[in-house]
Each structure stands twice: as structure tokens, then as C-alpha cells.
């Protein structure tokens, strides 16, 4: 079974930068996709970005151009680079692998991701 464990949440200034690490608990990039999700209070989880083999990526509108998503096969980790954070991005941040052609699908544990001043 995949275990996802997320890491480098934390408080941000507006305007700042974080980088966020999921790493695997086996190598599953070849027949998972990875994604970032993040769910604010009293709000429903939402798609962050995407990572599918072959380094396919698709992004959330109100994310594109400030955050990057990839991946070292070797680490089996997958990251999430946001740039240029805005107060409104605060949520709980989810690592998910969900297997290509199948339902199955894992999700991490989170991390809180604080921007503010």
C-alpha cells in the first residue's frame, strides 16, 4: 500500500515563497499521477496541480505562472514551488497519487500552508 508523506507547510508573507515535498512510499510515478490539492476552511478541496508520466502537468487558473509542479523519480518525491503567495491561498495542502486507468487513489495527511502578515 502507498503512503504519502507531505512536508515544508508553514507561515509566508504575502508575496513569498514555499516549496512543498511529497514523498512515496515506493516508486509509483510511472503508473500514478501525482497531484497538489488544497482545502480552505469552509471550503470544498480544489486542484492545485498535476504531474502524470512523461511530466504532463496541468495547473489551476489562479495558479498559473506563480507555482510549479515536479517531480525526482529517484527520491519518489513530488514538489509543489508557489511563488508569489497571496492571503487567500491559505488551506491545508494534500499530496494525491491516484493509479492511471483505476478509482484507486491516496491522499497524505497534509500541511497547513499560513500566508499572512
Known amino acids: 500500500q502507498v503512503q504519502l508523506v507531505e512536508s515544508g507547510g508553514g507561515l509566508v508573507q504575502p508575496g513569498g515563497s514555499l516549496r512543498l515535498s511529497c514523498v512515496a512510499s515506493k516508486n509509483i510515478f510511472s503508473i500514478y499521477r501525482m497531484g497538489w490539492y488544497r482545502q480552505a476552511p469552509g471550503k470544498q478541496r480544489e486542484l492545485v496541480a498535476r504531474i502524470s508520466d512523461g511530466d504532463i502537468t496541468d495547473y489551476a487558473e489562479s495558479v498559473k505562472g506563480r507555482f510549479t509542479i515536479s517531480r525526482d523519480n529517484a527520491k519518489n518525491t513530488v514538489y509543489l514551488q508557489m511563488n508569489s503567495l497571496k492571503p487567500e491561498e491559505t488551506a491545508i495542502y494534500y499530496c494525491?497519487?491516484?493509479?492511471?486507468?483505476?478509482?484507486?487513489?491516496?491522499w497524505g495527511q497534509g500541511t497547513q500552508v499560513t500566508v499572512s502578515s
Open positions: 494525491n497519487a491516484r493509479q492511471i486507468m483505476t478509482t484507486y487513489e491516496v
